[in-house]
């Protein structure tokens, strides 16, 4: 049964491609999901994969699509630039933004996507929505329905990018949905960190519906930082699809502290023999926010190796769930995977839901998970505060602490040190 709810209906309504060109290969793709969007309906929580994640608000809210209004100046958010970073494309809303950008146009492997249309539309059309299905996710279908702009990063082969690349969506208007997307092409035996980060320039209310697709060729390999940091008003929603083919590597390190409502879906398919992927996750929430991260790492060929660790640190009425899916299939011999769910609850009314699961259909892997809810430890804090430090610092220290082995991982020294000073600066408040 179909059940179009009023933000569906009105999102359909206002989509803004009724006089496409048919012949026109992104037009296509964008009817297509359109016609796709039509036919499904925003999950409740009557749906397995959403249970625990009620996103009902979102259907009062007649959000139109953002539009092309870049009002910001260079000096409002020069703070969040990253310094080790060579490379930065910034989008207001979901639309690129050149005079906050830093690349170079003629090198033809790092623009937005009328850039590379222009260019190479041939590319773009073996890569762009080949990985990330709208087949049965309404928001991926309203993604690549209302595209129109996206950061486009293509890495030639055996090509070492040593410094970061920043690809920063700021969120601007009001009342508005936008749909910020990511491309990332690594040819053989290439090497990159991407940077990839979602903040509020005010207190607005406003949906992010965002989707990334990431393309790691033989040898490839992949340092993938996520930040999710958007304000509590808003409503973020995103889906990443990653492709790893012979040999190549994946590390991906998100941490979520922001939004009302968030709901992050990561599947990681391992298509080729020796490929190895490292999740690591870290949700850090309060007041009454509800994080959601779904993860799914599927081993299609033999000898790959996956590794998953993902936080939570809960405080006051948050709910945060994790659910994590390790699928090996039956010519994944010799897979080696381990999956790791640890959760802190520092209130009695935070709430945690956690589900690891393994579906296992070969017989010689190596596989193990597990997962854990617990407090602050009241022996540790009360030797902080014999040391002299006050409750609140001793409670910060330790929280701090628990998270401190994900920050860690982050090769990008001034976005580790923002994180912790934000971190530290929350709990301290808290």
Known sequence: ?????????????????????????????????????????????????????????????????????????????????????????????????????????????????????????????????RLAKYEDN???????????????????????????IHLLFIATQNEVTSYPRCL???????????????????????????????????????????????????????????????ASQYQSISISTGARISRYNQNVFLNDEAAECTIDGLTMISNQQLADTHSCIDHIKPHGTSYQQHKCIVNEKAHAVFNGRIVV??????????????????SKTAQVNTKPQLEIFANDVKCAHGATVGQLDEEELFYLESRGLSPATARSLLTYAFGAEIINRIPVTSLRQRLEHAILTQESKS
């Not at 991926?140 to 990018?161: G, Q, R, W």
């Open 329 to 346: 299939r039956p010519h994944a011999q010799q897979t080696n995977s381990s999956q790791s769910s640890r959760n802190l609850l520092l």
């Open 1 to 129: 049964m179909v059940i179009n709810t009023d933000y569906l209906e009105r999102s359909l309504e206002s989509w803004p491609f009724t006089n496409t060109k048919p012949s026109s290969w992104l037009n296509q793709l964008r009817a297509n999901a359109i016609d796709q969007a039509s036919m499904l309906r925003l999950p409740t929580k009557r749906d397995e994969e959403w249970r625990f994640t009620d996103i009902s608000a979102l259907t009062h809210l007649p959000f139109r699509p953002s539009q092309p209004e870049n009002i910001i100046h260079i000096g409002d958010v020069e703070h969040l630039f990253l310094k080790e970073a060579k490379i930065r494309l910034v989008f207001i809303d979901g639309y690129f933004s050149s005079s906050l950008s830093i690349f170079d146009p003629t090198s033809l492997t790092v623009g937005n996507l009328p850039m590379f249309l222009s260019s190479n539309s041939a590319y773009l059309e073996s890569h762009l929505g």
């Open 138 to 164: 309404v928001f991926t279908a309203l993604n690549t329905a209302f595209l129109s702009d996206a950061a486009v990063v293509s890495i030639p082969k055996n090509a070492t990018v040593r410094d970061p």
């Open 184 to 246: 990332l092409v690594c040819e053989e035996g290439s090497n990159i960190t991407l940077v990839e980060e979602y903040i509020a320039h005010n207190n607005a209310k406003y949906i992010t519906n965002s989707v990334s697709e990431f393309f790691l060729a033989p040898h490839a390999n992949v340092k993938h930082i996520r930040i999710q940091r958007e304000n509590l008003e808003a409503f973020h929603l995103a889906n990443c699809a990653v492709s790893l083919d012979r």
